[in-house]
């Protein structure tokens, strides 16, 4: 997919975690929404920078570490031309919080959780599936 093609494009992280019982994935929720941290990618911004300040935006979250390198999936163009680009991150330690967002006065997710893919895929939309289902055969 050529970014430069889409209307917006965006950039994110697919974060997880080492957990006793396995990995598990951050997810994000707006209204009833679950998607990987992201947002969309500024004039002149490299995408993988949109991703990490994306995910310290919305999560606080900064150590995290790519481990397959700068590894990257895009979703086919949705809405009005959007297209996601995500990449995969290990967030060995920190904890999660949603701040409040300067623009909206709130935080822009209701809840967190940090979910095993079984759970992920329960939670999702096909196109956020397809990320997790790709991050997924990614794990060790």
Not at 27 to 44: A, H, I, M, T
């Amino acid at each position: 997919m050529n970014p430069g093609k889409a209307r917006k494009f965006s950039a994110g992280i697919v974060v997880r975690r080492p957990f006793p019982e396995g990995w598990r994935y951050l997810l994000l929720r707006c209204y009833q929404y679950w998607d990987f941290p992201k947002g969309e990618v500024e004039p002149g911004e490299e995408p993988l920078a949109t991703a990490r300040r994306e995910v310290l935006e919305e999560t606080g979250l900064a150590d995290l570490t790519f481990p397959q390198g700068e590894v990257f999936v895009e979703t086919p163009p949705y809405g009005p031309g959007k297209v996601a680009r995500y990449y995969l991150a290990v967030s060995p330690a920190g904890e999660v919080f949603l701040p409040i967002s300067l623009e909206l006065g709130r935080p822009e997710h209701h809840e967190f959780r940090w979910v095993s893919f079984e759970a992920g895929l329960a939670l999702t939309n096909p196109r956020i599936r397809a990320v997790l289902a790709w991050a997924h055969r990614q794990s060790p």
